[in-house]
């Protein structure tokens, strides 16, 4: 029963790969995102879908291309990884106005 | 530019005893904050939230603090216990989907 989930758990590749994460929700929420925390434990945001629309795009390299096949699921791909994209990428969803509920997390390390 | 801060970043409080965390603002159009707690190896929980329109809102343990002229808001655990102990990330948004979080405080009950 798992509200927001996310795959894989860790990733661990090369730089120059291209690499993806999934997320689904099962909250019936219309909107998603996906939140970036960096080694300082900041946590941006970087895009947010809303029934499969785009609403959000911080400035992300455009390597970062997220998709929402509906409104259930957003995934996030990755071209030409760089080291600099080593982080913790959270996925998220909400209603309007109301809490974010975050999935576990998906640590990216680039070697 | 981090329009939502936590300047304490770790705090440490006997169990039993209040904790107080705290976060200011700068952006005025922020009308609705939230409360987070984060396990490592996890995603941020919401804890509690609290509307423009009010200066209060309580649940349990956990109260939240808003105080608008100041652009300050904090979180009061009564009594703090030990599994409190997790970094608390309070987060800001202004009627939009995009909700932004300062950078949390790590907070530990010691027993």
């Known amino acids: 029963d798992t509200a927001v989930s996310q795959t894989p758990k860790y990733l661990v590749t090369q730089m120059g790969n291209d690499k993806s994460i999934k997320c689904e929700q099962n909250?019936?929420?219309?909107?998603m995102y996906w939140y970036k925390q960096d080694s300082k434990k900041f946590l941006k945001i970087m895009f947010s879908y809303n029934n499969k629309e785009l609403i959000i795009n911080e400035t992300v390299p455009n390597r970062f291309s997220p998709k929402s096949p509906d409104k259930a699921h957003l995934n996030l791909h990755i071209n030409s990884l760089e080291l600099g994209d080593s982080a913790v990428y959270f996925c998220a969803s909400s209603l309007y106005n109301s809490p974010l509920h975050f999935g576990n997390g998906t640590r990216l390390t680039v070697t | 530019d981090q329009q939502v801060k936590q300047n304490s970043p770790s705090l440490s409080v006997q169990e039993g005893r209040i904790s107080i965390l705290n976060c200011d603002y700068t952006n005025s159009m922020f009308d609705y904050f939230l409360w987070y707690k984060k396990y490592p190896a996890e995603g941020p929980t919401f804890l509690i939230s609290?509307?423009?329109?009010?200066d209060k809102n309580e649940d349990g343990r956990f109260t939240v603090f808003l105080n608008k002229s100041a652009k300050h808001l904090s979180l009061h655990i009564v009594p703090s216990q030990p599994g409190d102990s997790a970094v608390y990330f309070c987060a800001a948004s202004s009627g939009t989907y995009k909700y932004i979080f300062g950078t949390g405080t790590r907070l530990k009950v010691l027993a």
């Open positions: 609290i509307s423009s329109i009010k």
């Open positions: 909250l019936g929420h219309d909107t």
